[in-house]
């Protein structure tokens, strides 16, 4: 399809599904396994200073990752292969996990993981925008990120319910909690197949070949002030899994760790839902209104409101 047959009538194509499908699939992996790691940590009897320091760092990975993917891309002209790897190591980072005695094997996985996240998700953006019209970028990428985000939802709440059986049955035991978390590496594996199958790259002139230095000299002003922004942001956001090690730690006094546990799992499963509500909507009202920087800032002012409340609940 050349870039003059796009039009906004034919924005929900097979590679816009293709990428819905692939991120559900990829999030009911590993946010499933995110639910379940608190836990897990807790088992081996890791303190969670350890699970701040894992997430610390496999986020680290995942934004240098992130910084070099895109001009990889372009030297290679090529960017589908690169995704489905990324996506494949997400999901196998879950077996490692899974076989972990202590943190060493933990921060490996997760390190690896993320790693893929971060080598996947700037050539998956840039694959979606190739594929769609410009006046229609915010429903494509807001249904992308409802199907994202309902695996995000499906997942924790599968391994929440599951993990609560097998406490009710006394199967809440190291053993079953590691094919639990081995369990969690089938879907990320479907993702990286069902992106390679379901999403086609459109054939592109590869640009002029620029040093890695040189091409981020070359980068607009106001996108480098936008990555300032973003950067900022970034410096005081929190993992989603300490999130569920506050919940868990703020109930466990009056509801004993194993319901306080699942609370807080099913907490981060509200999280979820709202995100997914909103997600479509947002990316409609930014077609149709045209003022990204307002919206995009007031999205950011709302994700302030929670890191200030979890001060003040644990003063």
Same mark, same amino acid.
Do not use: C
């Given at each position: 399809?050349?870039?003059t047959?796009?039009?906004?009538?034919?924005w929900?194509?097979? %590679?816009?599904?293709?990428?819905?499908?692939?991120?559900?699939?990829?999030?009911l992996?590993?946010? @499933?396994?995110?639910?379940?790691?608190?836990g897990? &940590?807790?088992?081996?009897?890791?303190?969670?200073? $350890?699970?701040?320091?894992?997430?610390?760092?496999?986020?680290?990975?995942?934004?240098? &990752?992130?910084?070099?993917?895109?001009?990889?891309?372009?030297?290679?002209?090529?960017?589908?292969?690169?995704?489905?790897?990324?996506?494949?190591?997400?999901?196998?980072?879950?077996?490692?996990?899974?076989? @972990?005695?202590?943190?060493?094997?933990?921060?490996?996985?997760?390190?690896f993981?993320?790693?893929?996240?971060?080598?996947?998700?700037? =050539?998956?953006?840039?694959?979606?925008?190739?594929?769609?019209?410009?006046?229609?970028?915010?429903?494509?990428?807001?249904?992308?990120r409802?199907?994202?985000?309902?695996?995000?939802?499906?997942?924790?709440?599968?391994?929440?319910?599951?993990?609560?059986?097998?406490?009710?049955?006394?199967?809440?035991?190291?053993?079953?909690?590691?094919?639990l978390? $081995?369990?969690?590496?089938?879907?990320?594996?479907? /993702?990286?197949?069902?992106? /390679?199958? =379901?999403?086609?790259?459109?054939?592109?002139?590869?640009?002029?070949?620029?040093?890695?230095?040189?091409?981020?000299?070359?980068?607009?002003? %106001?996108? !480098?002030?936008?990555?300032?922004?973003?950067g900022?942001?970034?410096?005081?956001?929190?993992?989603?899994?300490?999130?569920?090690?506050?919940?868990t730690?703020?109930? &466990?006094s009056?509801?004993?760790?194993? !319901?306080?546990?699942?609370?807080?799992?099913?907490?981060?499963?509200?999280?979820?839902?709202?995100?997914?509500?909103?997600?479509?909507p947002?990316? /409609?009202?930014?077609? !149709?209104?045209?003022?990204?920087?307002?919206?995009?800032g007031?999205?950011?002012?709302?994700?302030?409101?929670?890191?200030?409340? =979890?001060?003040?609940?644990?003063?």
């Amino acid at each position: 399809m050349k870039p003059t047959e796009l039009t906004s009538k034919g924005w929900l194509n097979r %590679t816009v599904w293709g990428m819905a499908i692939t991120s559900f699939l990829s999030d009911l992996g590993h946010e @499933a396994q995110s639910t379940l790691l608190p836990g897990f &940590m807790a088992a081996l009897g890791l303190p969670p200073v $350890a699970l701040g320091a894992v997430e610390g760092l496999a986020d680290a990975s995942a934004s240098f &990752m992130k910084l070099a993917a895109g001009w990889f891309s372009d030297r290679i002209g090529r960017r589908k292969g690169l995704v489905v790897g990324g996506y494949l190591a997400t999901g196998l980072a879950s077996g490692f996990i899974a076989m @972990a005695a202590g943190w060493p094997l933990i921060l490996f996985g997760k390190f690896f993981g993320w790693l893929g996240r971060g080598l996947r998700g700037p =050539l998956r953006d840039a694959l979606l925008t190739d594929s769609i019209p410009a006046d229609a970028r915010g429903r494509a990428f807001g249904f992308h990120r409802a199907g994202d985000t309902l695996g995000a939802i499906l997942g924790p709440l599968a391994a929440v319910l599951i993990l609560g059986w097998g406490a009710s049955h006394g199967l809440a035991t190291m053993s079953f909690q590691r094919s639990l978390m $081995a369990w969690t590496l089938v879907p990320g594996v479907l /993702a990286g197949l069902a992106f /390679a199958f =379901l999403v086609k790259e459109r054939a592109r002139t590869r640009p002029k070949i620029l040093s890695f230095h040189h091409a981020l000299a070359q980068m607009p002003g %106001t996108f !480098r002030s936008y990555l300032t922004g973003v950067g900022i942001f970034g410096a005081g956001d929190y993992a989603h899994t300490l999130l569920i090690l506050a919940a868990t730690q703020l109930l &466990m006094s009056t509801h004993g760790l194993a !319901r306080a546990a699942t609370f807080g799992g099913l907490l981060y499963v509200l999280h979820n839902v709202i995100y997914a509500l909103s997600a479509f909507p947002v990316g /409609a009202i930014a077609d !149709r209104f045209k003022n990204h920087r307002r919206i995009l800032g007031l999205g950011y002012g709302i994700s302030v409101i929670v890191p200030l409340l =979890l001060m003040v609940a644990f003063r």
